[in-house]
């Protein structure tokens, strides 16, 4: 049946330039979701550089991530996750992730609180002690770090507090907590006093990887498209 298509002659006729014609269509539509992406992506940037106003926790549902929030509670200081494997300038450290009680709203907040460093075999851990105490926190939202492949489970020692985690998510945080957690991290402001290192960045790749794949796309459109009027040129000859 397929051989009979082939020797068919109005198939061979029109099947190349329909084919032709749909890749052209696939191509371009990718090579423009490619730069919805980089637009995307400099949005962000843009927002991440920019100094907006602070919004309240509470309304920070319709928020995306970047945008300044500030939260009245308290930290939970007893129950704290280092995240292991985390360099900074070369050295390796933790993330310190201390969940925080919004004083209103029944939904935890974990905040990051920034990075410190491990200390050398057999040195106590860092000190990380947060008191209990009402405070106002301000910040962006953010995300948990993350990696492409996890080699093991995020909680893979079940000792006490401060409970080290190789890139937990945050199902596996508030499973740990036992809490309910809102679905974004707080990324500690610079201005306050209970955080450590914090060079807060924007987790992609930049919008140059997009706009190259765009022109890739877009490249193979027209060669395609470019084969399609020499190949309905030379018929016509």
Do not use: C
Not at 137 to 142: C, D, E, H, Q
Not at 152 to 176: M, N, Q, T, V
Request: aromatic share 12%; net charge positive.
């Amino acid at each position: 049946m397929l051989e009979a298509l082939i020797e068919d002659r109005r198939f061979r006729r029109w099947f190349p330039p329909v084919a032709a014609t749909g890749l052209v269509a696939l191509f371009v539509s990718l090579g423009s979701w490619q730069l919805d992406r980089a637009a995307e992506k400099n949005r962000l940037r843009a927002l991440f550089a920019s100094d907006a106003p602070y919004s309240r926790l509470e309304d920070a549902a319709g928020l995306a991530e970047f945008h300044n929030i500030v939260a009245d509670g308290r930290y939970d200081g007893e129950r704290q996750v280092l995240v292991d494997n985390i360099f900074v300038d070369g050295r390796i450290g933790y993330l310190v992730l201390t969940p925080f009680q919004p004083a209103r709203g029944q939904h935890w907040l974990v905040v990051n609180r920034g990075w410190v460093a491990r200390p050398a075999a057999g040195a106590p851990d860092p000190a990380i002690g947060i008191g209990n105490a009402g405070r106002t926190l301000r910040g962006r939202i953010g995300h948990l770090p993350r990696v492409g492949i996890r080699t093991r489970e995020a909680f893979a020692d079940a000792g006490g507090w401060p409970k080290k985690a190789h890139y937990p998510s945050l199902e596996e945080l508030s499973s740990e907590l036992g809490q309910d957690l809102l679905p974004f991290v707080l990324l500690l402001g610079p201005a306050d006093e209970s955080g450590f290192v914090r060079r807060w960045q924007p987790r992609d790749s930049g919008s140059m990887m997009h706009y190259g794949y765009a022109f890739q796309w877009f490249a193979m459109a027209t060669a395609v498209l470019g084969l399609l009027f020499w190949q309905l040129r030379k018929r016509r000859n």
